[in-house]
């Protein structure tokens, strides 16, 4: 019998989106953040919500140039070049070892298995720094897309945050301990999958 290839996990390589890039983003100048990135990033990277998180972004690393090799990439779908999305964590280790995962796809690419292969990549980085000890990640309670996305990374839910304006948010968190485990367990049996589903 036939098996399509969309079965096929995803993969994806991070680009990683520079001050300027940020910037760019920021101002809605879709080719400047492309040309800076080098790579040809989305629409999406543009649409107004994105904007705002990419000026702070580049706040953020205006104030703290250390959250470089942390904060949002761009992900590309790999071997085909595609951007699809953005993925990375809010910043460098708080001083309990937590980084917090966050992640996009782009609207046409949604539903493909894009969001769980940036997450497993996420994860794989989070467990090859020593200095990490959680990682957590924070869903609205109604974003069923994204509580569907970490469902098999280990992430147990630790708590609940809300306000008004935001509504309710999940806290879970998965110990990267948990993740460098299953890495090893990965490894050992060649075949397999490396974190999660
Ligand atoms: C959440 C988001 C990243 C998911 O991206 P995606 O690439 O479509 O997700 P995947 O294809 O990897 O699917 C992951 C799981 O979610 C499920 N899923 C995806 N979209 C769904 C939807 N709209 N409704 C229900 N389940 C959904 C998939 O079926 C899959 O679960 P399964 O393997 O059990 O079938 C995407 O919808 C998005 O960018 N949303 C806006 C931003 C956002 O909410 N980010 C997360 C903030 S915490």
Same mark, same amino acid.
């Given at each position: 019998m036939h098996h399509e290839p969309l079965s096929l996990p995803r993969r994806v390589r991070f680009v990683e989106l520079?001050?300027?890039?940020?910037?760019?983003?920021?101002? @809605?100048?879709? /080719?400047?953040?492309? &040309? +800076?990135?080098?790579?040809?990033?989305?629409?999406?990277?543009?649409?107004?919500?994105?904007?705002?998180?990419? @000026?702070?972004? /580049?706040?953020?690393? &205006? +104030?703290?140039p250390s959250a470089a090799p942390w904060i949002t990439r761009a992900a590309v779908s790999e071997p085909d070049g595609a951007v699809v999305g953005d993925a990375g964590f809010h910043g460098p280790p708080d001083e309990a070892g937590m980084v917090e995962v966050g992640y996009t796809?782009?609207?046409?690419?949604?539903?493909?298995?894009?969001?769980?292969a940036m997450l497993r990549a996420l994860l794989v980085r989070a467990a090859a720094e020593p200095g990490v000890r959680t990682v957590r990640a924070r869903i609205g309670s109604d974003n069923t897309a994204s509580l569907a996305t970490i469902a098999g990374f280990g992430f147990t839910r630790v708590g609940e945050q809300g306000n008004e304006r935001d509504g309710l948010a999940i806290v879970f968190e998965v110990p990267a301990d948990a993740i460098r485990a299953e890495r090893r367990t990965a490894s050992a049996d060649v075949a397999g999958d490396p974190v999660g589903p």
């Open positions: 520079n001050a300027k890039a940020l910037r760019a983003l920021a101002d @809605g100048d879709l /080719a400047g953040g492309s &040309a +800076e990135a080098g790579v040809a990033l989305d629409e999406h990277f543009v649409c107004d919500r994105a904007r705002w998180i990419f @000026g702070y972004r /580049a706040d953020q690393l &205006a +104030e703290d796809v782009v609207p046409g690419y949604r539903r493909q298995g894009y969001a769980r």
